[in-house]
């Protein structure tokens, strides 16, 4: 009877540790917002973006990628304020191929050259959003895609039925949001 009450005493005290821990993790990040929580925060240290956080308006930009040891079909996409899409990368000129390693925007991407720049007009500094998306199979339509259907490819696919979960699982997408501000 005492190694029953041990060990359920055990399990509890794992249960409350496991929840507490899980709450630690949320608040350490109350800044977050809902692209965050859905895509980088799950995918950390997989793909990997280094960008200057701060462009002159008219500045061309320029970006890193490391992919880690994945490689596959890459994709950028501007975000604006109102989660409409623009796609960067690939545009109807570039050859679609598989890509990996570490590569440099715009040279990696058909060296087109594009220029920040900014809509407001009495503001210091704008915020802008660009999301890589790293896939094993070409993405269709991504060009159509806002910003809650590019959310949703990342979401996990559940059906009652096992066989349908493992076929809908196989396709694999990295997600990277990151933001700079333009002056």
């Known amino acids: 009877m005492?190694?029953?009450?041990?060990?359920?005493?055990?399990?509890l005290l794992l249960f409350i540790f496991t929840v507490s821990k899980s709450t630690e993790i949320v608040e350490e990040r109350p800044n977050s917002n809902l692209l965050d929580d859905k895509l980088n925060y799950k995918n950390k240290n997989k793909l990997i973006v280094d960008s200057k956080k701060n462009f002159s308006s008219n500045e061309s930009l320029k970006f890193s990628?490391?992919?880690g040891a994945e490689e596959g079909f890459i994709y950028l996409v501007y975000i604006d304020k109102t989660g409409g899409t623009s796609l960067l990368y690939p545009n109807s000129t570039d050859e679609q191929q598989k890509k990996g390693g570490n590569l440099n925007f715009p040279e990696d991407f058909g060296g087109r050259d594009i220029r920040t720049s900014k809509d407001c007009k009495d503001c210091n500094k704008e915020k802008t959003t660009i999301v890589v998306l790293l896939s094993n199979d070409p993405i269709e339509n991504i060009q159509n895609m806002n910003e809650e259907e590019l959310i949703a490819l990342n979401a996990p696919k559940t059906h009652n039925s096992r066989d349908f979960l493992i076929k809908k699982t196989k396709s694999h997408i990295l997600i990277h949001k990151f933001d700079f501000f333009v002056e």
């Open 65 to 67: 990628i490391d992919t």
């Open 2 to 11: 005492n190694n029953r009450f041990f060990f359920k005493t055990i399990l």
